[in-house]
Nanobody, 121 residues
Framework: QVQLVESGGDSVQAGGSLRLSCAVS????????VGWYRQAPGKQREVVAT???????NYATSVKGRFTISRDYTKNTVNLQMNSLKPEDTAVYYCNAVARSGIGVPYQNYWGQGTRVTVSS
């Protein structure tokens, strides 16, 4: 089974930085992509950044130039470096993985439990 465990959420002032980390486990699974999503109060969950197995990255327009996603294969983590944080970045951040257990098996979405980021003005 795939397990995703986030850490690093905190409360910071606007302009500050945070680094989120997601420990990824899933022996025998093939991962197509991992990434970060967020959900602010009263809003739908939205994609923040993703990285594929070929290291292709994609960012939401609102975070481009401020956030950087990276994958550490030695530690089996996917990290999100967040700089120049704004109050509108306040949300619960979720780690996501698109993975399958074998060739011919459909890919599925897996989610972590979330980590809260609060940015005050």
């Amino acid at each position: 089974q795939v397990q995703l465990v986030e850490s690093g959420g905190d409360s910071v002032q606007a302009g500050g930085s945070l680094r989120l980390s997601c420990a990824v486990s899933g022996s025998g699974f093939n991962f197509y992509a991992v990434g970060w999503y967020r959900q602010a109060p009263g809003k739908q969950r939205e994609v923040v950044a993703t990285i594929t197995d070929r290291s292709s990255t994609n960012y939401a327009t609102s975070v481009k130039g401020r956030f950087t996603i990276s994958r550490d294969y030695t530690k089996n983590t996917v990290n999100l470096q967040m700089n120049s944080l704004k109050p509108e970045d306040t949300a619960v951040y979720y780690c996501n993985a698109v993975a399958r257990s074998g060739i011919g098996v459909p890919y599925q979405n897996y989610w972590g439990q979330g980590t809260r980021v609060t940015v005050s003005s």
